[in-house]
C-alpha cells in the first residue's frame, strides 16, 4: 500500500515463487500509474508522488529479499520452456513421435531435443518409456496376407 495526501494505490504483493521482481515491478508501476493518472484528472495534483512511489518499490522488494535470505531460500535458474513439456509429451504419450521427428518439427538438432526431454521428465518426476525401436515391430512382415 502507497498513501500520499488524498492518493491511495494498493496492488498485490511480490510473489517471489511466481515471477520474477523485475516483472512483478513493471507490473505493479504500470498499475499505478494509471491510478496515479486517474487522480490527476480528477485535479489533484501530487508532485513527486512518482519519485516516492519508486522509493516504496525499491525498499519493499529489498525487505522481501532479505526475508528470504533468513529463511535460506535460494534463487534458481529456470531450466525448462514450454516447448520442452510438449516435446515430452509427444515422445511418451502414444502414438508416440521419434525424437528425429519432433526435431524436425521443432527445427532443432536431436541432442537438443533428447535434453529437453530428459531435463524436464526429471523436474517433474516421471521415468521415461523406452525409446521405441525403429523399423517394423517384431513379428510383422512386409506383406500384406490376402
Do not use: C
Not at 520452456?81 to 509429451?89: C, G, P
Request: net charge positive; charged share 30%.
Amino acid at each position: 500500500m502507497f498513501q500520499r495526501d488524498r492518493f491511495l494505490f494498493e496492488a498485490d504483493g511480490w510473489d517471489l515463487f511466481a515471477e520474477n521482481a523485475g516483472k512483478w515491478k513493471s507490473k505493479t508501476k504500470k498499475f499505478f500509474n494509471k491510478a496515479l493518472e486517474r487522480h490527476m484528472r480528477k485535479g489533484k495534483v501530487s508532485r513527486g508522488v512518482k519519485g516516492e512511489a519508486e522509493t516504496a518499490l525499491n525498499e519493499y522488494i529489498h525487505a522481501l529479499k532479505l526475508q528470504a535470505e533468513k529463511l535460506g531460500l535460494k534463487r534458481t535458474v529456470r531450466k525448462w520452456r514450454e516447448s520442452h513439456f510438449e516435446w515430452l509429451v509427444l515422445f511418451q504419450i502414444p502414438p508416440r513421435t521419434l525424437k528425429g521427428e519432433i526435431a524436425r518439427r521443432a527445427v532443432a538438432d536431436v541432442k537438443t531435443i533428447s535434453e529437453g526431454i530428459e531435463s524436464t521428465a526429471q523436474l517433474i518426476g516421471l521415468t521415461l518409456q523406452p525409446a521405441a525401436a525403429p523399423g517394423r515391430p517384431r513379428g510383422i512382415s512386409g506383406e500384406s496376407n490376402r
